[in-house]
Antibody
Framework: QLQLQESGPGLVKPSETLSLTCTVS??????????WGWIRQPPGKGLEWIGR???????NYSPSLKSRVTISVDTSKNQFSLKLSSVTAADTAVYYC???????????????WGQGTLVTVSS | DIQMTQSPSSLSASVGDRVTITCRAS??????LNWYQQKSGKAPELLIF???SLQGGVPSRFSGSGSGTDFSLTISSLQPEDSATYYC??????????FGPGTKVAIK
């Protein structure tokens, strides 16, 4: 059974860079059928897609975050990572990683998700 | 961006009731619409993909329908464990992927 687990600091100072890693177990991140994505959820609010990466390193980012986001993949460790620079309090959120099932005939969806990790931006 | 809206924003219903949540996209997305359930303090879980396909392991009381811009999620007989927030998400090729604002379902 595929599982994803986020890891990284739970507290980041304003203007610094948020860094998270998602470790994939029970399956290979190098599968040609999937992308790997990040989604965040501010406390008490809805879900926001951040971006996704293919095992080859090809990426897509949300336009609203594109200038500050970098997603990378390490196939040797079965991990992918998120970096968000110049953070402010508005970036405080639970950050989820998820597998992105990408199909031509049925579109794309997220399944499964990691349990999520709360990152607070505060001095 | 494709904007997703949901209605109602919240509802309260009794065990055994039939519940319907609607989702609307700002442009046609064919049947590229997915539904997620998020219980308090937990990660979202996929319920339905491609508008009407039930994800494995999801109870058959959940169903989805719609195409184009208008979609719905129905719970045929509400159960206590269905208390959660439900989100729709477009899976169309036009990025970014966006989610609806959510519908909170409570049990009376």
């Amino acid at each position: 059974q595929l599982q994803l687990q986020e890891s990284g600091p739970g507290l980041v100072k304003p203007s610094e860079t948020l860094s998270l890693t998602c470790t994939v177990s029970g399956g290979s991140i190098s599968s040609s059928s999937y992308y790997w994505g990040w989604i965040r959820q501010p406390p008490g609010k809805g879900l926001e897609w951040i971006g996704r990466i293919y095992y080859s390193g090809s990426t897509n980012y949300s336009p609203s975050l594109k200038s500050r986001v970098t997603i990378s993949v390490d196939t040797s460790k079965n991990q992918f990572s998120l970096k968000l620079s110049s953070v402010t309090a508005a970036d405080t959120a639970v950050y989820y990683c998820a597998r992105v099932v990408a199909t031509i005939k049925e579109g794309d969806w997220f399944d499964p998700w990691g349990q999520g990790t709360l990152v607070t931006v505060s001095s | 961006d494709i904007q997703m809206t949901q209605s109602p924003s919240s509802l309260s219903a009794s065990v055994g009731d039939r519940v319907t949540i609607t989702c609307r996209a700002s442009q046609s997305i064919s049947t590229f619409l997915n539904w997620y359930q998020q219980k308090s303090g937990k990660a979202p879980e996929l319920l339905i993909f491609a508008a009407s396909s039930l994800q494995g392991g999801v109870p058959s009381r959940f169903s989805g329908s719609g195409s184009g811009t208008d979609f719905s999620l129905t719970i045929s007989s509400l159960q206590p464990e269905d208390s959660a927030t439900y989100y729709c998400q477009h899976g169309y090729s036009t990025l970014p992927f966006t989610f609806g604002p959510g519908t909170k379902v409570a049990i009376k």
